[in-house]
């Protein structure tokens, strides 16, 4: 199933190429002293990301991760939310070390890449062209209002048949990754960048689906595909 390089690689964005919980954690602070409630930190932000918008307001909100927040203040807490983030959105996010060098090597070969993500797409083109890396992807797919979120298949589906069609592989850091992928009948390919948050991707893999460290790792791995 491994054993050379597929013809599309789909990749999550939050946590699996990135580092953006310390940009998330200000404009949730942002929008949680709007409305008068306590502030969270880093930390605990980062356990809540990476089911969506929706899901991380209703637990900003709430402080509870099954919290669901009061319609209107959701709705609100959303707007409020974008407003701050987009002005600082690519602030503090940094690209996973290994990251530069393994875009720039598939970039340079046969394989397509994308960036599937459940970030909505502004946010997600925004960040990627501060960093400097959208010309390493062939396609960034985000969040829409008609395209359901991971673990909903369909962005992973729509992106390999925009791209061309044939083998894709997924790589992501939550079991929301692995689920799209399970799915869309991907293999699946674990990264655990972050340390354990409570949500370690090895305790949900199954034995023959490799899981690395680092984006460095990985790269080692892909290029003895094809050695």
């Known amino acids: 199933m491994y054993r050379a390089l597929p013809d599309i690689m789909l990749f999550d964005l939050d946590g699996t190429i ?9 404009a949730v602070n942002a929008m949680l002293t709007e409305f008068n409630l306590p502030v969270a930190s880093v930390q605990r932000v980062r356990g809540w990301v990476g089911r969506g918008l929706s899901t991380l307001m209703h637990r900003a909100l709430t ?7 009061a319609p209107g203040a959701h709705d609100e807490s959303i ?11 690519a602030r503090q996010t940094t690209v996973f070390a290994g990251g530069e060098a393994l875009f720039g090597w598939l970039a340079d070969s046969a394989v397509k890449v994308a960036i599937v993500t459940n970030k909505p797409t502004n ?16 396609l960034i797919l985000g969040a829409e209002p008609n395209r359901p ?11 390999a048949a925009r791209l061309g069609g044939g083998v894709a592989w997924m790589v992501g850091d939550t079991v929301f990754d692995r689920d799209a992928a399970v799915s869309a009948g991907m293999p699946f390919l674990g990264v655990q960048l972050e340390g354990d948050q409570g949500r370690n991707i090895a305790d949900i893999t199954t ?3 490799p899981v690395f460290e680092s984006l460095r790792d990985l790269h080692v791995w892909l290029q003895e595909r094809v050695a």
């Open 79 to 89: 707007s409020v939310f974008r407003r701050h983030y987009q002005h600082c959105c």
């Open 207 to 209: 034995g023959d689906e």
């Open 18 to 26: 990135i580092d953006s919980v310390p940009d998330i954690a200000e």
């Open 149 to 159: 979120l991971k673990p909903d298949p369909a962005a992973l589906l729509e992106a």
């Open 63 to 69: 402080g509870e991760d099954d919290g669901t927040a």
């Open 123 to 138: 946010f997600a083109v925004q960040i990627a062209a501060t960093l400097g890396i959208t010309g390493h992807f062939d």
